[in-house]
């Protein structure tokens, strides 16, 4: 345990000769950090095109304009509550309001950037400002741990090379946010083990570590797993040290209030205490989000989940991977929490439906940052140990290595932000063709009509009911609920439009409309329309 005075001192050299050895791992790691700046700024993701992105970003639009995080549509009073952004799924009998499935978390912090300046473009930073708040805050909990600027400058590079960073670091996604808070509660943890303060100073960390942790639970559900680990240690450290648990009780008080929180939570928003948006009263699959059987086989989305997720770790770090035990290791009781929090997050991700591979590889993304700090701490310690000359030859060889394939990833992004700005512009070049009044139908293009053609969209994919029993939608239930909300939608006047991209959810949906309403076709910007009529 180091004093205030004594942490951070690093070596014993003469003031003049830490400086000219010292000042290297500063200065690269501040450049790494300039340069990851620069480009979350360059490539961020101004017109999303994913539903859960629309989701965060338009119910942080209206909690900054006061409603909540709601969806209103007029059609909803005239033909059913179908007509919504997919994420707004949630529907409650007092009202016509559709309510967004995921936890407020992340919509609350998008409407503080909407509340600073709600014309600018601000809101698409929030999430890269936060991926990259991940990086800092990461290196500094690897100097922290070790007193080694490298280990800062290693964990940096690590984790900004990753195809994840860049890919749902620029865009509104979840999972660097509650990176950020994540490492944030660890920083504040580990350091009150690490340095001798005051008590109530130590006290008012914990308070904050167990808020934070709380907040990063609201954010995403599953963030829940790391107070466990924490938990688990701090019992370790109250064991050993009877007297601090008159030091550590808050993070045990504050991981009761948040699970009786959820709990309160689902029961007022979702309507059951152990309801989300992941069940299927809430539209969610006829089957079980997570099961061991996902692990090793298929699931009903893809399944294997526990091979995808180590494709992920490998794709994403490489030769690196098992360096970053290694790591944990050599850092002890902290290496513990990191690994501990890793492990419970990858077996969870493990047995889930949805593999994360592709898309979903953002769900392992809050252990990156720990996977960065083991493998940097491993490097560093390596390189210490090493002559001077073979260090710096192996130095630039894991350099090279390590950014191998980042060409790579950044030009992925860009090529995603061209074929989004290209959708968006079709999209409203077909709305542009409609009446301000239309309704579309478009199973994969609900939602950017009402994002970026500003017309009302039928979500009909909300239409089947989810029956556990059977283990499937009742689809030809859905069919003809979905023929009345569009003869509904006909008879009051509106427009109706569905645009074919062959991928309609309901196989012959096409056909089924064909029979029974009178289609006029179009060809707007390529693409075909049909015109729904009486």
């Known amino acids: 345990m180091l004093s205030l005075a004594e942490f951070g001192s690093g070596s014993r050299k003469p003031f003049r000769d830490l400086f000219r050895i010292q000042w290297l791992p500063y200065l690269f790691t501040i450049c790494l950090l300039v340069g990851t700046a620069i480009g979350l700024l360059l490539l961020v993701e101004r017109q999303p095109v994913i539903s859960d992105s629309l989701g965060y970003l338009v119910a942080a639009q209206r909690i900054a304009s006061g409603n909540g995080p709601t969806f209103a549509d007029a059609n909803n009073q005239i033909a059913g509550k179908y007509f919504s952004l997919y994420a707004f799924q949630i529907r409650r009998p007092e009202t016509h309001l559709l309510y967004l499935g995921f936890p407020p978390g992340l919509p609350l912090l998008l409407a503080v950037s909407l509340l600073i300046d709600p014309s600018s473009s601000l809101v698409y930073f929030v ?45 509104i996604w979840s999972e660097f946010p509650s990176a950020a808070f994540i490492a944030a509660a660890l920083i504040l943890y580990l350091l009150a083990e690490q340095i001798v303060l005051p008590k109530w100073v130590e006290k008012l960390l914990i308070w904050i570590v167990g808020l934070l942790l709380a907040y990063s639970v609201y954010i995403r559900y599953t963030n829940i797993v790391v107070i466990p680990v924490l938990l688990f240690a701090d019992a370790w450290l109250i064991f050993r040290q009877r007297t601090k648990l008159s030091l550590r009780w808050p993070l045990w008080a504050v991981a009761v209030l948040t699970v009786i929180s959820v709990l309160l939570f689902n029961r007022w928003y979702y309507g059951g205490w152990l309801l989300t948006s992941y069940s299927p009263e809430h539209g969610w699959y006829p089957l079980p989000a997570f099961s061991l059987n996902y692990a090793f086989d298929r699931s009903f989305i893809d399944g294997y989940s526990f091979f995808a997720g180590l494709k992920t770790l490998w794709l994403n770090f490489s030769i690196f991977l098992p360096s970053a035990v290694i790591g944990w290791l050599i850092l002890g009781r902290a290496g513990a929490i990191l690994g501990g929090i890793s492990l419970i997050f990858f077996a969870l991700y493990s047995v889930y439906a949805f593999a994360p591979v592709g898309i979903n590889a953002r769900f392992l993304v809050p252990l990156f940052p720990l996977l960065a700090i083991g493998a940097a701490t491993t490097i560093s310690t390596l390189l210490a140990r090493t002559p001077r000359l073979p260090r710096v030859v192996i130095a630039i060889a894991l350099i090279i290595v390590s950014v191998w394939q980042l060409p790579t990833s950044l030009h992925a992004v860009v090529e995603r932000n061209r074929s989004n700005a290209d959708l968006v512009k079709t999209v409203q070049l077909i709305s542009e063709a409609t009446p301000a009044d239309a309704v579309f139908m478009s199973y994969p293009l609900n939602d950017l009509f009402f994002i970026y053609g500003k017309r009302s969209a039928f979500n009909y994919r909300r239409v089947p009911i989810s029956d556990p029993t059977t283990k499937q939608y009742r689809i030809r239930e859905a069919v003809p609920v979905i023929l009345n909300v569009i003869a509904t939608l006909l008879q009051h006047g509106k427009p109706v439009y569905y645009v074919d991209t062959n991928n ?31």
């Open 127 to 171: 999430v890269p400002a936060m991926a990259l708040l991940t990086t800092l805050l990461a290196s500094i909990l690897g100097w922290i741990l070790t007193r080694d600027p490298w280990v800062a400058f290693w964990t940096i590079l690590l984790l900004s090379s990753t195809p994840a960073f860049w890919q749902f670091g620029t865009a």
């Open 504 to 534: 309609h959810f309901i196989p012959d949906l096409p056909e089924i409309l064909r029979e029974r309403f009178k289609i006029e076709t179009l060809s707007i910007g390529g693409v075909i329309v049909y015109r729904l009529q009486n």
